[in-house]
């Protein structure tokens, strides 16, 4: 079997961005952990700016949407109303 020169160097690059990715997602989550020891049992407010931005991500990621008090007092406001149909 002989080993392609080309091949190789697409499988390491592929393995050291993989590396790096989960080098980053670690970072950030220790990020958010040391951040909430920080707010400690405070409520984080989002305001519908931060909401949308969570939800098209999430919807990326095909993660559950964020649903909260707040959310649900602002389901009807034009601009979740106007995100929610652009996000489907």
Do not use: C, T
């Amino acid at each position: 079997m002989k080993v392609k020169p080309m091949g190789m160097l697409l499988v390491m690059l592929a393995g050291w961005m993989n590396r790096h990715q989960q080098d980053v997602i670690e970072y950030l989550k220790e990020e958010n952990r040391v951040l909430r020891e920080k707010l400690g049992k405070k409520r984080i407010i989002l305001n519908n700016d931060q909401r949308m931005r969570l939800a098209r991500l999430g919807k990326r990621l095909d993660l559950p949407p964020f649903v909260g008090p707040a959310l649900m007092r602002g389901f009807h406001s034009p601009v979740l109303h106007l995100a929610l149909a652009y996000a489907a």
